[in-house]
């Protein structure tokens, strides 16, 4: 049948439509199916409309079924992907795109709004670490308690390095689960995407000590790169080692990570050239950096945020001058959240933020209102769940 609209309006037309719509209408007609909502070019200027409408998602990834009952009527649930019991999440989306990992399984790339997803294999640190865990070693006794400092419960496991085999430098190995996590402190992998060619990676970057390496370099980086299909080694590896206690944050076709020693500093890993470099001094003194401290992406903009009582404030890194600007600050005296480490999670409109509680997984979310200086509850979680803020898409790595 003969369209009645030119090709190019019909394409118009359909790139202001919402994913949800746009893949009811591949049953609508078989042309448009194949030569425009399949087509690359199409989805990312779809993607691209979405961004800039200012339109804000957020996806909570479960590790519990819900049945969604008395759930808020705005919130959609979407149907149950089973991936595992033991999966955590990468702390950035990247194009409607989230990443899946555990510590000893393969990772999974999930378009949560298609349901697409593609398993990838488990780098070294992964295959190295479940070797580990299989091993036949005597069992040492954990020790329980708290930090009196934040209230935070972590169980420590500490045990005789040459026991498992390890090559450390030290003669002990210290592992801590922390329960306002709900994990062993363990490098994350950071995923996103080279900004120049498309080409979507994982990377795993992880002190080389951790592994008993005997690495010239004090981290090892494996990148799994989807164009190429395989993972691979980047040869000049991070000269700083990287803190577990914050995951790797995607913006603006990079990685970035907090590096630990005497003075700590914000480590990026250009994803097109593959090469590292320190970005300039964070905005806080030395001694209170990890304390109420996040790092985050708002509106694809490096940014970290500090709770320093009475206040938390919230620092954007300009790349051009390379400098660490305040975009905001919160009176926390006028909220009962204070009493959350309030994370930002996404810019809802200008003057309108939206954060999630770092330190409970089935926290409420959060809003706060800059001009009226007023907080409330987005939605309150009935599961544990791992807040998200991405833009839904039909994007797919193909």
């Not at 990148?223 to 913006?251: E, K, M, W």
């Not at 660490?324 to 930002?344: A, Q, V």
Request: proline content about 5%.
């Amino acid at each position: 049948m003969k369209e009645l609209l030119p090709h190019d309006v019909i394409e118009y037309i359909l790139e202001r439509l919402d994913v949800k719509t746009l893949l009811k209408f591949t049953t609508v007609s078989k042309q448009w199916k194949p030569t425009i909502i399949q087509c690359r070019s199409f989805q990312t200027r779809q993607m691209l409309r979405r961004k800039q409408s200012g339109k804000t998602d957020v996806v909570l990834v479960s590790l519990i079924l819900y049945d969604g009952s008395g759930s808020n009527p705005n919130i959609e649930a979407l149907r149950t992907l089973l991936v595992g019991s033991t999966v955590s999440v990468c702390n950035s989306s990247c194009d409607g795109l989230i990443c899946l990992y555990d510590l000893y399984d393969p990772s999974i790339v999930v378009n949560p709004t298609t349901r697409w997803h593609r398993t990838i294999p488990p780098c070294n640190y992964q295959l190295e670490t479940f070797d580990r865990r299989i091993r036949q070693t005597p069992s040492p006794s954990p020790g329980f308690g708290k930090d009196k400092i934040n209230g935070t419960y972590k169980v420590v496991w500490l045990y005789k390095s040459a026991e498992l085999g390890l090559k450390h430098q030290s003669t002990t190995t210290c592992e801590v689960f922390d329960f306002t996590t709900n994990a062993w402190r363990q490098p994350s992998p950071g995923f996103g995407k080279d900004k120049i060619n498309g080409t979507y990676k994982v990377v795993w970057l992880y002190n080389s000590a951790e592994l008993g390496l005997k690495n010239k370099s004090i981290t090892t980086c494996e990148v799994f790169d989807f164009t190429a299909n395989a993972l691979r080694y980047v040869v000049s590896a991070s000269p700083y080692g990287i803190h577990d206690s914050q995951d790797p944050v995607y913006c603006d076709g990079s990685l970035h990570w907090l590096t630990n020693g005497d003075e700590t500093n914000v480590l990026s890993l250009d994803l097109h050239t593959e090469t590292f470099q320190v970005i300039p001094k964070l905005p806080f003194l030395p001694g209170l950096l990890l304390i109420g401290f996040v790092m985050c992406s708002l509106d694809d903009r490096l940014c970290v945020s500090q709770r320093i009582w009475p206040g938390q404030g919230i620092w954007s890194f300009d790349s051009e001058d390379k400098t660490w600007k305040k975009i905001y600050s919160i009176n926390l005296k006028i909220t009962s959240f204070w009493l959350m480490l309030l994370t930002p999670l996404s810019v809802q409109e200008k003057d309108k933020l939206l954060f999630y509680d770092r330190e409970s997984s089935d926290g409420p979310l959060v809003t706060c209102e800059l001009k009226t200086k007023s907080f409330g509850i987005a939605y309150e979680c009935k599961v544990k769940a791992y807040a998200l803020s991405y833009v839904p898409s039909l994007i797919s790595i193909l």
